[in-house]
């Protein structure tokens, strides 16, 4: 009786096994790395701003986003608990519990910053300049961009509300923060 033998492996194979690994370990897409998740990778995605992908400036590493608005201030912000910050680079998030109410809040330093103000401008959205701000200073209807010296930070709301609820309180948290960039 004749045996059937199999057919030695394709050798492209072996590669794609090996770019397989090397992409798994890259961590892509949002998923961990092969060494295991790293404490400052986001919990969840959302629909934010490019973070810078170069180093940080010394003076832009010097800022920690999450000083800048703590968590009583996001919650009092949100209106509603929010669970702890995450921060990831340049920013951190605090987002509202999965059993809701809905509430994001969203502190973004430097080069992401300027760029979420930057893509708003493209987009045509109402931006109205805020007087006595830092350096320079805008809010539109759920986020405020302000400047102080070659510092950029936004800080975005995500709420379920009428977004003029959120003015004033969107305004005051920028001046607070102003003053510890």
Request: net charge neutral.
């Amino acid at each position: 009786m004749k045996r059937n033998r199999s057919r030695p492996p394709s050798p492209l194979v072996p590669l794609a096994v090996l770019a397989s690994l090397a992409l798994s370990g890259c961590g892509g897409h949002g998923q961990p790395s092969a060494a295991g998740p790293s404490p400052t990778e986001p919990a969840t995605a959302t629909r934010t701003p490019e973070a810078s992908t170069g180093a940080p400036s010394p003076k832009e590493a010097a800022v920690d986003p999450c000083a800048l608005v703590t968590k009583q201030q996001a919650e009092k912000l949100a209106g509603t608990t929010l669970d702890p910050a995450t921060p990831v680079r340049e920013t951190c998030t605090y987002t509202g519990p999965v059993t809701g109410p809905t509430a994001q809040v969203e502190i973004f330093v430097g080069d992401g910053a300027k760029k979420y103000l930057d893509i708003e401008r493209d987009l045509g959205h109402t931006l109205r300049p805020l007087t006595g701000i830092g350096d320079e200073a805008y809010a539109e209807d759920e986020a405020v961009f302000l400047r102080r010296s070659d510092r950029w930070v936004s800080i975005r709301l995500v709420r379920l509300n009428d977004p003029a609820e959120n003015r004033r309180p969107l305004e005051e948290l920028a001046r607070q923060v102003a003053t510890r960039i």
